[in-house]
């Protein structure tokens, strides 16, 4: 296949991209919006296929359990996840024009417009950065020229500092930089404010009075968090379990660019696996564990640098670098459904976060990134979550959110425990008895000894119960008891982990259309999308020679063969010629065309064209519709799948 | 079956989908959020298999357009689309308790209460209204008690032609009922505010500046709308054609209940057919025409009357009842779409709307309403939108939203045409001259002929542009020439109507719930959702008779069996007795079982049993698997799917 070998036209995959209507932005008549898209009809096919593959891959593969939650969310919800007080970017204004600009991605454009400057300055080469972030050369766009301007070499590493370490910096400490290197609105070079801290969540108000705060999801997880009681009801206690989504979710982007690379509305598949924090092992690890990955760990990164190490993930998991055999196993099975969907292998690398730039809730994080022209972008997380938002949850909703098993056999522990004497404590701590009382009953093992050890003293402990008015109180030894007590516990409780492949489909949509895109050696015009048959919009194309009415006959039944097999297919009958119809398709991504003429009608042969090598051979209408289930449902190879029909040679496509 | 012969239990089904987790509150573990699901693992796989089949049955079947468009919405399109204005209900606000109610069913439910108190203070019989508005019983709880009062004879009609005509009033017509009448909080009497208007759209803010205002859509149809000419483009320039669109919409509710009846977030498939104004038959027309059907129409309903008048669509047609083809060839379309999925038949009528009740956009509109415990529940409906939408949205955005055809045969036509002379034009109107000049090349055909009268006699004309500051103005007959001239038209153009089929998939889900409940009458508590196989959750239940080892390699042998068919299953392989895990099975409409035992192990044989029958037969487990596949995909009946296998009598159901 030609597509790795040639250099990409963006700009030419972006005119099919159109001209096809795979998608276009939203609203366009309007003036569009930024940041938001509708999907034309073959897009909405090929997302719709993606998500069915997904499906298959992951909640049919494995038996999860797949739930659909509502997006408006009430604000106490995503007050306790965290989201309200950190899912922000920073921006800044320039106060005259009423621009906004995201922190970071200002100070990383005019740093490296500067930098840039100053080799041409000194005369340098400027090489294209290969590695370039998803949305750089977009961004650069705005800085309106680039000045040749030598920097010291001083100032030249603390740029390049600065921008090795740019996901790392807080609000005020971009402001401090910002004001030190003079960065200022990239067009006009004027001043802004300092940086601002913008929720990236959509607020709506729920119901009449306007008094419920909501906003639309960030993810899909929440919902299914929320839900873990019943999920684990359902799958009658029996762990580990995972459940799954497929929906919409927003971001409030501060000046969305880049495409479908950074939107404010889109399509995520989120897995919760949720394990026993004890036992991460995976029962299916070993079904992957021979699958070779590129990984790119934290290390390397923090010793700056980008090669990636090429190992199995059995190696990977066994040398601690991913933390363990759940984890490894999804990061094996997310690489196996993206190479079948059609990403390029080479062109896919696992990245471990640094500490720095992890999501509130992780603590740790591998990504899948695709290289694409923006650079390499992220396209799947596979964070491990901990047991963080079923304990934010449970603790807010006094809920219980975890899991108990009978413990295999009973266990036989020494626990402090604190015995209060009901009758007298009541009546001297009056309206403060709950508080203390559960400031005692929240005490841990090693707290609950030193306090035995201060009654046993001074028979009495002193205390202040934090957070409350209460003055300091004194517990005198007849209203408590404080001993070591033996206790057979037959039942374990635990919160489970949760390990989470989070998928932006938009993204990995996009990723596959440059993946897939080249065009044809013989004459540049001629585009070719060469998606995997399975998700193709449309697979095949059906070309009557001519609209003659002899023909009709024949092509009924191959539309009713494909019928019965469920083969999506379309028919051109247009007058224009075989060859431009078939172009037409392979800017479609249509992996196969079946040609009626008139030999069809005597013998019920037809041809079978396909896309990417122009081959066509010659069978019976059975035969050739047997061969194209095979190649797009069961994974069987053209070459395999064609080996009992006639090769065909036809005039070239050109002159047909 | 024995669905229809029992009385429905709502309580009893309400308690199998919790229990068996088809759907929930949202944010139940925060106390809920009203008019906010969550749809668990039964449900979201029976919300999808619906998808599945709409998708098949409308979009593959008829070669639709899908699209996917966005959510978020910016205010100047809905601003254009009149959802702004006029996507509203009344609601009365009580200002001590802060309570809100909607104004409509306030009204209908006081004035229910004081004619339900009246009978019973003369002593009559109360009935249960058998054809109650959907929400009527639950809100009928708010009113505190009845209090049985007798009314005069006159009140009680007055009551009683308010109650018939209460969709028609508007916002300061129920005020005056209000006052009128002393209608107050229901439960307390106290007074309430006057009616006020209330958008039922979600408002956003879309981007960091807040300044564009936005909304969650109403309804996916606008995004469709809005991409017709790359639609259009797209479909080759070919008349007609339908674009489709599955994807949630969002309606701020003031007080849901009523369950997945009234919800703020919802699953919507909406279709926008485009067809030629002057032409609404349908090609594909006769292949439903003999469909029968139960109408309801405006005639009927204006009459004071509910009796349904049983045709065939064709006769509907033809005589009239409904208005062309296309919107018959629809109605019929929905009509098998939803009895594929399981609604009863005799619970489905088309009622049409009364003028009075109708979307602002619509023109023509039937209704598919599904009888439930809630009463008749609109589920579908079926609207001629005519022009309205394209033509508003192309005159505010200045785009062509239209069809050009060529003419058969070129048409000579007359028309009086206005000729400006730019030179003289220009000089003497200065910076008004665009707008005269716009405002002259928007008359019509009859003011162009009475402005060249005009311009004949008194050698000028005299006008006022309406909406500009331009004062009266005079056009002397050297500046424009208006005369009556021929020319020869190739091209017609025009803006198509819109024939939009609009489904909710939540409250036809709900009513299929309900449609498909009942209880072995054997025993109550042994609750059964007839499902039909096509729809059905999970289609296979595998039973193995015990834990045993051997009985391994026949499990794994029907597993693979099935997943070579894509056949959803679950195991049971808990210690439950068979009973119960079929049982369990019913509760969540699971049309198959397969019970493998010690004789399976011997001769490969399973036995498979039917959930409604309980009926078993035993084959191979090739056989078996072959005839599940036949009855779910290719809608064979059992009794023709299973007429090669063996009659199985075992002990009964009980005792296993």
């Known amino acids: 296949m030609s597509v790795t070998e040639q250099e990409f036209n963006r700009e030419s995959l972006d005119s099919v991209l159109k001209r096809r209507f795979f998608f276009a932005p939203a609203f366009e008549i309007y003036g569009g919006v930024s940041g938001l898209y509708d999907y034309g009809p073959p897009g909405c096919a090929l997302q719709a296929n993606i998500v069915d593959v997904w499906r298959k891959h992951f909640i049919l593969e494995e038996d999860m359990l797949e739930v659909d939650c509502t997006m408006l969310t009430p604000h106490e919800v995503l007050k306790t996840s965290g989201h309200v007080d950190k899912f922000a970017d920073w921006m800044c204004r320039d106060l005259k024009t009423g621009e906004i600009f995201r922190a970071d991605h200002l100070i990383e454009e005019v740093l490296e417009a500067r930098l840039k400057g100053n080799k041409e300055a000194r005369g340098e080469k400027i090489e294209d950065v290969e590695e370039e972030d998803d949305q750089k050369k977009k961004r650069k766009k705005k800085v309106k020229e680039i000045k040749a301007i030598k920097l010291d070499d001083s100032v030249v590493k603390e740029y390049e500092s600065i921008l090795a370490m740019i996901d790392g910096f807080s609000g005020p ?39 419920l705060k909501g906003y639309l999801r960030p993810e899909t997880a929440q919902g299914q968090f929320l839900n873990f009681s019943k999920l684990l009801d359902f799958n009658n206690e029996k762990m580990p379990f995972a459940s799954a989504s497929i929906g919409k979710s927003f971001r409030n982007e501060i000046s969305p660019r880049a495409g479908l690379l950074r939107v404010r509305e889109f399509l995520m598949a989120e897995i919760e696996h949720f394990v026993d924090p004890e036992d991460k092992s995976h029962s299916n690890f070993d079904s992957v564990k021979d699958v070779k990955l590129s990984f790119l760990s934290k290390e390397i990164q923090q010793a700056g640098k980008t090669d990636v190490v090429e190992t199995t993930i059995g190696e990977a998991v066994s040398s601690g670098m991913v933390d ?52 390499w972008i992220e396209c799947v997380g596979c964070a491990d979550r901990s047991a963080y938002d079923l304990t934010v949850h449970a603790a807010r909703t006094k809920e219980k959110l975890c899991v108990r098993q009978a413990l295999p056999e009973p266990k036989i522990v020494e626990k402090f425990e604190c015995e209060i004497e009901k009758k007298k404590f009541g009546p001297k701590f009056r309206k403060d008895a709950p508080k203390v009382e559960e400031w005692l009953n929240s005490r841990t093992e090693c707290e609950l000894e030193d306090l035995a050890k201060e009654l046993k003293d001074n028979l009495k402990i002193t205390a202040k119960i934090p957070d409350t008015s209460i003055p300091e109180i004194e517990i005198p030894n007849d209203l408590i008891k404080i001993e070591k007590k033996t206790r057979t516990e037959h039942i374990r409780e635990f919160t489970p982990n949760v390990i989470e ?63 019965t097999y469920q083969i999506p297919f379309k028919v051109d009958d247009s007058s224009a010629s075989i060859g431009k119809r ?63 029909l006639t090769p065909f040679e036809s005039k070239t496509e050109d002159d047909e």
Not at 613 to 626: A, H, L, P, Y
Request: aromatic fraction near 10%; include cysteine.
């Open 173 to 211: 400490q971009m402001g401090e930089i910002m004001t030190k290197y003079n960065i200022g609105n990239p067009a006009t070079g004027e001043p802004l404010e300092l940086p601002k801290e913008f929720n990236l969540m959509f607020e709506t108000a729920i119901g009449p009075s306007g008094q």
């Open 324 to 375: 363990n055999q759940t984890l490894g196993y999804f990061i094996a099975r997310i690489y196996l459904f993206l190479v079948k969907i059609g990403v390029d292998p080479t062109k896919l690398r696992f990245r471990q976060h640094m500490s720095n730039e992890m999501a509130h809730y992780a603590q740790d994080c591998w990504d899948a990134e695709l290289k694409t022209s923006y650079g």
């Open 501 to 563: 492949p989070s998928f932006g489909i938009g993204r990995i949509l996009y990723s596959i259309f440059e993946h897939s895109f080249w065009t044809r050696p013989e004459d540049s015009a001629r585009c070719v999308l060469s998606l995997p048959p399975l998700v193709a919009p449309t697979k095949v194309l059906l070309v009557p020679l001519s609209n003659n009415e002899t023909l009709q006959p024949v092509l009924k039944h191959v539309k009713d063969k494909l019928k």
């Open 582 to 644: 078939y172009a037409r398709n392979d800017e479609l991504g249509t992996p196969f065309g079946i040609t009626i003429d008139f030999d069809s009608v005597d013998d019920n042969s037809v041809t079978l064209r396909e896309r990417d090598s122009t081959k066509q051979v010659r069978g019976s209408v059975e035969d050739v519709v047997e061969a194209i289930m095979s190649i797009t449902y069961k994974g069987v190879s053209w070459e395999d799948g064609v080996k009992h």
